[in-house]
Structure formats: C-alpha cells, structure tokens
C-alpha cells in the first residue's frame, strides 16, 4: 500500500465514521425530541399532579382534625359514664341503706 492508497483508505474509513456518528446523532434527536404538544402535556400533568398534592394534604390535615374531635368526644363520654356508673352505685347503696333501715324498722314495730 502506497502513501496515497493509505491516504484514500483513512479518508474512507473517517468519512464513513463521520457520517455513522451524524446518523447516530440525528437517531439519538428524534426519539429524545421534545414538541410543544408534550410540553404543554407534561405543565398540565404538573399541574394536576399538584393540585392532587394540595387536596391529599388538605385531606390528611381534616382527617387529623375530625380524628382529635372524636377522640376529644370519646373521652367525654368516657367521663360521662364513669360519672353515670358512680352515680348509679352511689344510688344502689343508698337504696340498699334505705331498704336496711325499713327492714330493721318493721321488724321493731
């Protein structure tokens, strides 16, 4: 191989690296491009993916309240029949006391 053959055989061999990069490129551009259309696509999808962001925080933060209100009730009701269930043992005794001292009283008589 002379110098000019090997001149020709680089300049072969460069071109066609040359142009199997530009084919790689444009390949590589047109399954990465990005149109207005998906552009315009992908700001709503941001959009309805914050919105649903901002509904489930809202969510979260009305189930935190409703959960501290019934817990808040469940308690006062809880209070409210311990309150009840003294009262009704305080009654019972009484009552026993009451029909104790008529018992007693009859039989005195």
């Known amino acids: 191989m002379n110098r000019t053959e090997f001149i020709f055989a680089t300049t072969a061999i460069l071109f066609v690296a040359f142009v199997l990069g530009w084919f790689a490129s444009w390949l590589v551009y047109r399954f990465t491009r990005v149109t207005k259309a998906d552009?315009?696509?992908l700001d709503k999808m941001a959009q309805s993916l914050h919105e649903a962001e901002e509904t489930r925080d809202q969510a979260i933060t009305y189930m935190q309240q409703r959960e501290a209100e019934m817990t808040n009730q469940l308690a006062q009701t809880e209070a409210e029949l311990r309150a009840a269930m003294d009262g009704l043992r305080d009654a019972r005794h009484e009552a026993e006391e009451?029909?104790?001292?008529?018992?007693?009283?009859?039989?005195?008589a």
């Open 98 to 108: 009451l029909r104790t001292y008529i018992e007693n009283s009859n039989q005195d």
């Open 39 to 41: 552009i315009g696509e």
